[in-house]
């Protein structure tokens, strides 16, 4: 499919549509109705010869990389054990008027850290957390991975930093 894929691409296009003349036998007038025009849309899946899928061979096309909210929102299905699955969980921040001087500090630093006061969970994440403890468990490895992924732990570390840690961390970032 992957090869196919690669191939193959859609193209929409406008056609216009010639409409026959309205029957005159059922209209009271004599004359004739010039024909009318309209346009419709074709959407068509394009391959060359070369690589033409053959009469019965499947054709499956990607979403993309998404999560079952997504792929529920926008095409009304989700998938069973979707590895793109991702819950973002936001962290409580109040309106900026509300924001005291710890606070304003915290999100400047995200802000210069290029990291925004959410934390995405992956689900393809927490797998191969579970696969590399499973492999600790049995001794084959020794493997020290976090069930939280890099980013997340930044903008937690970021929300739990003492006052002077945060200081520190804002002042570095200045002298940069």
């Known amino acids: 499919a992957t090869a196919l894929q690669a191939r193959c691409w859609w193209e929409v296009v406008q056609q216009q549509q010639q409409q026959p003349p309205l029957d005159s036998s059922s209209s009271s007038s ?11 849309y074709v959407i068509s899946l394009m391959t060359n010869r070369a690589c033409c899928p053959k009469t019965g061979e499947e054709l499956l096309i ?3 990389d998404k999560g ?11 998938l069973k054990d979707n590895p793109n699955d991702t819950l973002m969980v936001l962290c409580p921040v109040p309106a900026p008027g509300e924001w005291d001087e710890v606070l304003t500090a915290r999100m400047q630093l995200l802000q210069a ?5 959410q934390i995405f969970l992956s689900a393809s994440h927490l797998e191969n957390y579970q696969r590399a403890a499973a492999a600790a468990r049995s001794g084959s490895s020794s493997s020290s991975s976090s069930i939280i ?15 002077k840690e945060l200081a520190a961390a804002l002042d570095q970032i200045e002298q940069q």
Do not use: C, D
């Open 149 to 163: 992924p890099a980013a997340a732990r930044e903008v937690i570390q970021v929300f739990v930093m003492q006052e």
């Open 68 to 78: 079952n909210e997504e792929l529920l929102l926008l095409y009304e299905f989700a």
């Open 62 to 64: 990607s979403y993309g």
């Open 113 to 117: 850290r290029n990291l925004k006061p």
């Open 30 to 40: 004599s004359s004739q109705s010039p024909a009318t025009s309209g346009s419709h």
